[in-house]
C-alpha cells in the first residue's frame, strides 16, 4: 500500500521557520513536490525535486524555502523560513510514481502576525 505521510506542521509566528517531512512507503517515486491549500483557494504547487534532486519553487517562496530527499530514507523536506501570514495553509505531499500520483493528507501550517 502507497503511503505518504507528512509531519512538522505547527503554529508559528511570523519571520520564524518549520521544517515539514514527507515519508513515503509502497513504492519509489520520481518527482516529489509540496502543495498547499489556503481556506477557499485553489491547491497550487510549492515546490517540486526530481528524482535527482533538482528543485523549483513558486515565485512566493523563492529564496524562503527549499526542499530536499533523502533517497535512502524515501523522505522528503520543506525547509520554510521567513514565513509570513500567507504561507498559512494545508500543506500536502505529492509523490510520482511509475502507477500514478500519490498524496498524503496534509499538515496544517498556521503563521500568525
Known amino acids: 500500500q502507497v503511503q505518504l505521510v507528512e509531519s512538522g506542521g505547527g503554529l508559528v509566528q511570523a519571520g520564524g521557520s518549520l521544517r515539514l517531512s514527507c515519508a513515503a512507503s509502497?513504492?519509489?517515486?520520481?518527482?516529489m513536490g509540496w502543495y498547499r491549500q489556503a481556506p477557499g483557494k485553489q491547491r497550487e504547487l510549492v515546490a517540486r525535486i526530481s528524482a535527482g534532486g533538482i528543485g523549483n519553487y513558486a515565485d512566493s517562496v523563492k529564496d524562503r524555502f527549499t526542499i530536499s530527499r533523502d533517497n535512502g530514507k524515501n523522505t522528503v523536506y520543506l525547509q520554510m523560513n521567513s514565513l509570513k501570514p500567507e504561507d498559512t495553509a494545508v500543506y500536502y505531499c505529492?509523490?510520482?510514481?511509475?502507477?500514478?500520483?500519490?498524496w498524503g493528507l496534509g499538515t496544517q501550517v498556521t503563521v500568525s502576525s
Open positions: 505529492q509523490g510520482e510514481a511509475r502507477d500514478g500520483t500519490y
Open positions: 509502497g513504492s519509489s517515486f520520481n518527482a
